[in-house]
């Protein structure tokens, strides 16, 4: 998962930085070093909370498709149920 997360951390950049907007871009940065950090003490503390790399890498897979086809509606519904897969995923 560590190099999965290095990659992550790229694909967000990307898209983060297509906003041209920097002061959005070093928030969500924050934001996502926060999560990183709450993520991995997770994963120590309690090991029924996992990665699942196969689910991530699908669900960035489907949003780049429709960044991609210029479909923000669609990335953003992609977006939107991602979230609410993690919020299950970190529920304790």
């Known amino acids: 998962p560590t190099k999965f997360y290095a990659l992550d951390l790229d694909f967000h950049r990307a898209i983060w930085s297509a906003a041209n907007n920097p002061v959005l871009e070093e928030l969500l940065l924050e934001l996502y070093q926060l999560h990183t950090r709450k993520r991995e003490a997770?994963?120590?503390?309690?090991?029924?909370?996992?990665?699942?790399?196969?689910?991530?890498?699908?669900?960035?897979?489907?949003?780049?498709?429709?960044?991609?086809?210029?479909?923000?509606?669609?990335?953003?519904?992609?977006?939107?149920?991602?979230?609410q897969v993690m919020k299950k995923r970190f529920q304790i």
């Open 42 to 83: 997770i994963y120590l503390a309690d090991k029924r909370f996992q990665p699942n790399v196969r689910v991530d890498l699908q669900s960035h897979r489907e949003l780049f498709d429709c960044i991609c086809k210029g479909d923000s509606e669609a990335a953003a519904r992609n977006l939107l149920a991602y979230m």
